[in-house]
């Protein structure tokens, strides 16, 4: 479901947050919201999967911010489905399971960033704007 921001705020870029941990997301959503981004939530994999699937015209997202360890669809998987398909939009990690050779392979499969929660709130606020920038750069 978005979350926008006030009218007389400028949006700094839309982020989806997929992840199964309703606190997570809330956590990530309020810190994005606080830094002028919009912020939409996926429960899981799937239903990241479903939102960027339904239409002809997906949901325009500037960065996705994906868990690992989910139900349903695995963030591997997920990342893959972005990765194929929206080869553009960078992807942050964000896992309470590290693991550094899946963190290696994640950035060989073009994911910008690989964070652990808990995470500071400045923290996700400066690998987000390090995405945005990425994602800025790559634009024509």
């Given amino acids: 479901m978005p979350m926008g921001l006030s009218n007389n705020e400028p949006c700094r870029g839309r982020v989806l947050v997929v992840d199964d941990d309703a606190g997570i ?7 994005l919201l606080s ?20 239409s002809d015209n997906p949901l325009r997202l500037d960065i996705i911010i994906c868990d690992i360890s989910m139900p349903k669809v695995h963030g591997s998987k997920v990342i893959a489905f972005f990765r ?11 896992t309470g399971y590290p693991d550094t050779e899946s963190a290696v392979n994640f950035i ?3 994911v910008i960033d690989y964070a652990i929660k808990p995470i500071q709130a400045d923290k996700l606020l400066l690998i987000v704007a390090k995405a945005m920038e990425h994602r800025n750069a790559l634009k024509p």
């Fill in 25 to 31: 997301r809330r956590m990530v959503r309020l810190t």
């Fill in 35 to 54: 830094g002028g981004y919009e912020a939409i939530e996926a429960e899981d994999g799937a239903n990241a999967i479903e939102l960027m699937s339904s």
């Fill in 108 to 110: 060989k499969q073009g």
């Fill in 84 to 94: 194929e398909r929206f080869p553009s939009i960078p992807i942050i990690v964000l």
